[in-house]
């Protein structure tokens, strides 16, 4: 089964490059890719209203890359949780749970989220 990954970077660096997979250093959670794929699907418009970069912060885009690496700056994390809080509250799914802790975690440590895409 595939899955995403979501982790909190401690020490985020400009203009560097995410794009080594390295869940372990980020303390990632899995999320099953059926739920993100039905995140984005559902919550499509919300989702593609939230600022975020992919891989660099050289290359802004909006919503979650489905298949490369997203990096959620600590700006958009809140509008990011009110999305999944959203989608939880019709799927009523562990997973969701702890990612919504997650992103609650970065946002009271104001750090950004990376995604690791399937």
């Given at each position: 089964?595939?899955?995403?990954?979501?982790?909190?970077?401690?020490?985020?660096?400009?203009?560097?490059?995410?794009?080594?997979?390295?869940?372990?250093?980020?303390n990632c959670i899995?999320?099953?890719?059926?739920?993100?794929?039905?995140?984005?699907?559902?919550?499509?418009?919300?989702?593609?209203?939230?600022?975020?970069?992919?891989?660099?912060?050289?290359?802004?885009?909006?919503?979650?890359?489905?298949?490369?690496?997203?990096?959620?700056?600590?700006?958009?994390?809140k509008q990011f949780?009110?999305?999944?809080?959203?989608?939880?509250?019709?799927?009523?799914?562990?997973?969701?749970?702890?990612?919504?802790?997650?992103?609650?975690?970065?946002?009271?440590?104001?750090?950004?989220?990376?995604?690791?895409?399937?």
């Amino acid at each position: 089964m595939e899955k995403h990954e979501f982790g909190i970077i401690d020490s985020f660096e400009e203009n560097k490059w995410y794009s080594d997979y390295e869940p372990e250093k980020y303390n990632c959670i899995s999320v099953n890719d059926d739920l993100v794929e039905e995140l984005i699907i559902k919550y499509n418009e919300e989702l593609m209203a939230i600022k975020t970069y992919f891989q660099v912060t050289t290359q802004p885009g909006v919503g979650l890359d489905y298949c490369g690496v997203t990096l959620i700056p600590p700006e958009s994390l809140k509008q990011f949780r009110d999305v999944i809080i959203k989608a939880n509250s019709h799927y009523q799914s562990q997973e969701l749970k702890l990612l919504i802790e997650k992103v609650s975690d970065a946002i009271i440590k104001n750090k950004y989220l990376i995604h690791y895409g399937i």
